[in-house]
């Protein structure tokens, strides 16, 4: 599969549907992606066509809205991989996205091109997620320190051993520091690994979501937009309350949405949206991916950006298939690693959708 400078907007969408809410807008770097890809098309490569060839994930860590604050030198990202080469002294033949959501779904094209390695059509989170501990490596037993991290003045710093909780730790502190962002670069591992312990085709997922969207037509009713999506509809209906709070790591937003038909939905966020609850009980949880759509456009909306008053659409796509495929993984990325607690389902089930067990 290639990416051509044609899939831009298509890509843009995908990314932004598996951000579920949050991930950061990839909007912003679309006019990059189609500068690089004029150039010609980014071939998107299996971990089995690269043997044990040495792949980097990367991506940025820190706030997306502050882009426009702290504005990217361009040199972040290389700078990271110049950092991590220095310090593990191995040449990485690969890049893959560590998030295939969000600004970090599009941020690895131009760096694959930049450097002139194959870009791996896999992830460590399948959607988006917020933190270190969450990345399907660290999940699976894998080790994604030494982590290199750049920021736009040109402080470097590399950050080796320790768990996954006191390296996020760590590099927040950093990207607190430096004004809110950093390219980021984690440990190189054989592309063999990402069979076992990252999700596959990710990058494929979010090109395919988003052509599908492309093909939806003004103001589709939902059950199409689900059904052109993989996913299945809650309920369309206004947002009557959005309340935001300092609770959590990320701080914590609740949406209410007056859906005709449906009852209330509740949809709980950080930086993502998490859970949603119908008149409530729980019908939809993290990993599934969780999609409000503005109601005429099916564009989708941002966590931190849904007001009161939106018209909206709340759709739920399949949680990826790394996740979903071992359900005593999800306790990591459900609603209980975000300080919400175990969900209840209709009629005291497990939420439907994954399988996973909450």
């Given amino acids: 599969m290639e990416v051509t400078a044609g899939d831009v907007d298509a890509l843009v969408t995908g990314v932004l549907l598996l951000g579920s809410g949050g991930g950061g807008d990839a909007r912003v770097y679309a006019h990059v992606l189609r500068s690089v890809l004029a150039a010609g098309p980014v071939r998107l490569h299996s971990p089995a066509e690269l043997g044990d060839a040495p792949v980097v994930p990367v991506g940025m860590l820190g706030g997306t809205r502050v882009l426009g604050e702290k504005l990217p030198s361009g040199d972040e990202l290389p700078a990271a991989v110049r950092a991590l080469v220095r310090w593990t002294g191995v040449e990485p033949a690969a890049v893959m996205p560590f998030e295939a959501a969000g600004l970090n779904g599009v941020l690895p094209l131009p760096l694959a091109h930049q450097l002139g390695l194959p870009l791996v059509d896999a992830d460590l989170m399948g959607r988006a997620l917020p933190r270190v501990d969450q990345l399907t490596r660290v999940v699976a037993g894998g080790a994604v320190t030494p982590m290199a991290l750049a920021e736009p003045a040109g402080q470097t710093v590399v950050v080796d051993g320790g768990d996954a909780v006191s390296t996020e730790l760590t590099v927040r502190a950093f990207v607190a520091q430096a004004g809110g962002w950093a390219g980021t670069v984690m440990a190189p591992a054989p592309a063999s690994a990402?069979?076992?312990?990252?999700?596959?085709?990710?990058?494929?997922?979010?090109?395919?979501?988003?052509?599908?969207?492309?093909?939806?037509?003004?103001?589709?009713?939902?059950?199409?937009?689900?059904?052109?999506?993989?996913?299945?509809?809650?309920?369309?209906?206004?947002?009557?309350?959005?309340?935001?709070?300092?609770?959590g790591r990320f701080g914590r937003a609740a949406v209410t949405v007056d859906a005709p038909g449906t009852g209330v939905l509740r949809i709980e966020a950080e930086n993502e949206y998490l859970l949603v609850l119908a008149d409530g009980e729980t019908v939809a949880a993290s990993p599934e991916v969780i999609v409000l759509l503005d109601r005429r456009s099916a564009a989708p909306i941002a966590a931190d950006a849904v007001r009161s008053g939106d018209d909206v659409l709340v759709v739920v796509l399949p949680a990826p298939p790394w996740w979903a495929a071992r359900p005593h993984a999800a306790v990591h990325v459900g609603p209980q690693a975000f300080g919400l607690g175990p969900p209840t389902a209709r009629g005291g089930a497990a939420p439907s959708g994954t399988g996973a067990g909450w």
């Avoid at 492309?214 to 009557?240: E, H, I, K, N, S």
């Fill in 194 to 247: 990402a069979l076992d312990d990252a999700c596959l085709g990710t990058l494929g997922r979010a090109l395919g979501l988003g052509h599908a969207h492309a093909g939806l037509g003004d103001t589709p009713a939902p059950a199409r937009v689900a059904d052109a999506l993989g996913g299945y509809p809650l309920g369309d209906g206004r947002v009557v309350d959005v309340r935001r709070s300092p609770v």
